[in-house]
Nanobody
């Protein structure tokens, strides 16, 4: 069964850090792009970061520039999103998603396998 499972979410104060993990099962992440998305209440799901499955190049959304990083460990079949200097506006459910090959446009419709999400809350 093809599955993605996110973990690592939680509640932190502004300026704090979290590392999200995305573990794949039922398939190998080799050659798959891993995308991270988030959805805040009442808002559309938006792309945050992507790492290519072909050359590990990365792409990010402007709001997370300099604060988030993406990585992968294919030996563990896992992708990661390191989030530093978190802000209240980062509060959302975070999802990982995959598509074979390089990173497409960072929009949900271009990814075909999704996890169920993990909640991130940034509040003082």
């Amino acid at each position: 069964q093809v599955q993605l499972v996110e973990s690592g979410g939680g509640s932190v104060q502004p300026g704090g850090s979290l590392r999200l993990s995305c573990v794949a099962s039922g398939f190998s992440l080799d050659y798959y792009a891993i995308g991270w998305f988030r959805q805040a209440p009442g808002k559309e799901r938006e792309g945050v970061f992507c790492i290519s499955g072909s050359d590990d190049s990365t792409y990010y959304a402007t709001p997370v520039k300099g604060r988030f990083t993406i990585s992968r460990d294919n030996t563990k079949n896992t992708g990661y999103l390191q989030m530093n200097n978190l802000k209240p506006e980062d509060t959302a459910v975070y999802y990982c998603a995959t598509i074979r090959g390089g990173c497409p446009i960072l929009a949900p419709k271009y990814f075909d396998t999704w996890g169920r999400g993990t909640q991130v809350t940034v509040s003082s």
